[in-house]
């Protein structure tokens, strides 16, 4: 069965590296089509990916009947009353937005279910606000996993304009009440963000980064709150002032003890990830400074990828080829950047990335990717390849969906869903 449309892959640079990349795809596709045994999970992980390359296939229809089939389960799960029931959001609610909404906006079909699924979320919000007020002094380490979370969220309702503004404004409020103390000019980011033990999470995956995004984002939609300009310029003088640059690349810390923050700012997060890293974080102060129209702050953002851009891929100290943190985040931050500033540098990087995540794969009767991890047997350092599950951050899902979006004439759905658009 021939599957995907070749003409809808854009070529890379080698024609071997073209026809490998068609191969995966259609390798991945083949397999999801005859797996009969279907759980919520992968419902979620391939309907994602279904509903992220369908206009790349050539026969609609029969992946039409796959989808329907996978959103019937995800709808049975919703009705048991279970997904989002967790003290704070967890990952498996916001790959299930975003699974959704991927199908709904490149075939159109499902529009009544994800207004029913955002009426289903807007409701757990208002839970998850008002633990959050309840319990803010006393959660502990889940505080990060609940802010973030929230930051998940609020990126998601922007997705939809203004329709969801008055969810967005209570989230920012949270927000401002994190980061800034109204009415004074003393912030509270050392007060409020760290909660555990008096430490900052400066990454976009659990910390101030994701916050700060989508507080840019909503007050270049005019969603504005009292405090959130003030915040906003908070944590950007807060990454200014812990940038250290290092042999000509900068970086920053990744979780900061703020107790003896001045002996602690010498050590700073070498490992470049999507979830933690220097890289990710110059993507978001990019963003930022293009939401507010700072041109000095996208400026400085982008010279220090370019920095990044002239590293050698060892240097990134990644393993493996997981969106979270491996090889296809990095991947997808370089194209994002790509899309915006058309260097020859990031164009280079995506093309090295590839060959990268190509070497991993591993065409067997389940097509797969190698990961590698570090072991330490009988007092010796072993590097041990393994294969991961497919899931959408750590997974196989994961690292085909970068693919797609890097190298397919797909709409660009997954740098919302990472915090890189």
Known sequence: MSIINEKEIIKVISDDDNKKLISIFTNYFKYIACDDNITFEKSVTNNMLIGYGYNIFKEKVFWDDILMKNMKIIREEILKNKLGREVFPDTKLIDTLYSSYFVWRNTGYFEKFIYSLNHYLVDLTHIYIKYFYENKHNVGY???????????????LLEFGYEYQSTIEQLLQIFVSIIYEENSNKSRIYKQIDIYEKTLDFSLSNGIAGILLVMAKSYS?????????????????TYQEYAKRIDTITYWPGLLKLDTKEDLKNMYNMKETWSYGALS????????????????????????????????????????????????????????????????RYLKMNNELLKKVLDLYANNQEPKFKFKRIELISGKINEA?????????????????????????????????????
């Open 221 to 237: 939609k005019n969603i504005v709150v009292s405090g959130q300009i003030e915040s906003i310029k908070n944590i950007i003088l």
């Open 142 to 156: 889940n505080f990060f996993s609940l802010s973030s979370g929230l930051a998940s969220i609020c990126n998601y």
């Open 281 to 344: 974080i110059a993507r978001v102060l990019y963003l930022v400074g293009k939401c507010l129209k700072d041109y000095k702050l996208t400026d400085w953002a982008n010279k220090v990828i370019i920095e990044k851009s002239r590293m050698f891929l060892p240097e990134f100290i990644v393993t493996n080829g997981s969106l979270l943190t491996g090889y296809t985040g990095l991947l997808c931050i370089f194209d994002a950047m790509y899309r915006d500033d058309v260097s020859i």
């Open 385 to 421: 390849e393994y294969f991961h599950d497919n899931t959408i951050r750590e997974g196989y899902t994961g690292i085909l969906l970068s693919l797609l979006s890097t190298f397919s004439n797909v709409k660009d759905l997954l740098h919302p869903y990472m915090g890189i658009r």
